[in-house]
């Protein structure tokens, strides 16, 4: 098969290195991918926003198969655009992205079929937010409705912060028109925890549990980020959190999305919160997460291309699921100044020690090649994941190979996966 996948950072070079293991799989390509990917893929200069482009280059190189790894085509309509040329494609339609694009869709689903998650209202106006605000609970979520890199959330303390909340995501404008709506939500306590599932519209397998640190700052301080490390399995996702999801969250958010005439194909990521009553939905994304799928996908030993025709076709129920009895352990390596403002360009060295090796992983974020040596292209630069018997040797061998590497403003957090410490 020749397969196309649609994105250029960490998760995509996941996903690319086990399409790669795929017996199905005779030429991958990439678009737009980065430095990294192109040693497993072809890479083509198309950006993920450029359908019509990405149309025709599927169809005229014949592809059989375009795994959609990031959010903004899938939310764009990128799915519906590639099926309406006759082209194979892993990722939901427009209509069903819809979950992960607008949180004022995915807070009424859940309220409809009575899936549990944080109280809410949503406004259209910055006027009625306000004067809601007044009389809300102390601290409160702000949350812009559309995509925002997953920056368009506040953590509100004090009315004051609340009202100059408003006025950022609404007036302001901070995030463009992601803005325009405003669910304001319930705070909620508790360990969060990501659960990634393969969907074909009716059925859903879940897979490994994984857990993200959104902070750019050791200790969870400072400002949140795309994600700076990630450890799978979570210790805290126990067999009765598991067995709770599967009752109220899991089946029903896939029966709700068909019930509402937009059946779901592809990837539905649950961000969960484990409060004291329970566990609750954070959020929903269309996709892998980024970095989830660094340590999620290097511990599945199915055949990825196998499982994602089978979520195309709508017989996922015969495909069982297999993860190894190990553990992984993702640390991202940014650049100093992420998430605010950084450099690029740094060249990059100790890529080499990776090679050959199936238990340390160095996915690529941002890099890119310049004058046939890889330099650093982004805020994120690399993920480096290890696996390991369990989350303690998998984190060691994380934070050992995380030294291998080096580029200027190379800057890391030190307690990926230190919360493990607390149930060893
Ligand atoms: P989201 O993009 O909706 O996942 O929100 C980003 C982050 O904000 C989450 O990972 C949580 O850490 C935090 N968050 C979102 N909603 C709530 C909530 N209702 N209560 C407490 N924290 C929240
Ligand atoms: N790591 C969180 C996300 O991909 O949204």
Redesign the pocket.
């Known amino acids: 098969m020749k397969i196309l996948i649609v994105g250029s950072g960490g998760r995509e070079h996941a996903i690319a290195a086990s399409v790669a293991k795929s017996s199905k799989a005779d030429k991958i390509y990439c678009a737009p991918g980065n430095a990294g990917i192109a040693q497993i893929a072809k890479c083509v200069p198309i950006g993920a926003m450029e359908f019509d482009k990405l149309a025709a280059f599927a169809k005229e190189k014949a592809i059989d198969l375009v795994v959609i790894g990031m959010d903004d085509p899938l939310v764009g309509g990128l799915t519906d655009v590639l099926e309406a040329e006759g082209i194979r494609v892993f990722g939901p339609r427009r209509n069903a992205a819809i979950l992960e694009g607008s949180?004022a869709f995915s807070k009424d689903l859940m309220k409809k079929y009575n899936i549990p998650t944080?109280a809410y209202e949503t406004f259209d106006s910055p006027k009625d937010a306000l004067a809601y605000l007044e009389q809300a609970p102390l601290p409160i979520?702000l949350?812009a409705d559309g995509l925002a890199l997953?920056k368009?959330?506040l953590?509100c303390h004090t009315l004051e912060e609340a009202k100059a909340g408003v006025k950022t995501i609404m007036e302001d404008k901070q995030f463009g028109d992601a803005g325009n709506r405003l669910v304001i939500?319930?705070?909620?306590?508790g360990r969060?925890v990501s659960v990634l599932s393969f969907v074909d519209g009716k059925t859903i397998k879940t897979m490994t549990s994984a857990q993200d640190h959104?902070r750019a700052g050791d200790g969870d301080t400072g400002l949140?980020t795309g994600g700076m490390g990630t450890f799978s399995p979570s210790p805290f996702y126990t067999e009765e959190v598991d067995e709770f999801c599967r009752n109220y969250i899991y089946q029903a958010t896939v029966d709700a999305m068909a019930a509402e005439g937009r059946p779901f194909q592809g990837i539905i990521f649950f961000?969960l919160?484990l409060t004291e009553k329970g566990p609750r939905v954070?959020?929903y994304n269309a996709r892998f997460g980024d970095p989830e799928a660094q340590v999620v996908l290097p511990r599945m030993k199915n055949d990825i291309v196998e499982v994602m025709e089978a979520c195309i076709d709508g017989r996922l129920d015969t495909i069982e699921l297999q993860f190894e009895d190990n553990a992984a352990v993702c640390v991202v390596l940014a650049s100093g100044g992420y998430p605010v403002s950084y450099e690029k360009g740094f060249p990059i060295s100790g890529l080499e020690a990776f090679e050959g090796r199936n238990d340390y992983f160095c996915f690529h974020a941002g890099t890119k090649l310049s004058d046939g040596q890889i330099v650093t292209n982004g805020g994120r630069v690399l993920g480096i994941t290890a696996t390991g018997a369990d989350l303690k040797e998998a984190r060691a061998k994380a934070y050992e190979a995380a030294e291998w590497v080096s580029f200027e403003k190379k800057y890391m957090r030190h307690d990926i996966g230190k919360a493990i410490d607390d149930c060893l």
């Open positions: 949180k944080a979520v949350k997953g368009g959330v953590i939500e319930e705070f909620m306590t969060e959104k949140n961000g919160m954070l959020e």
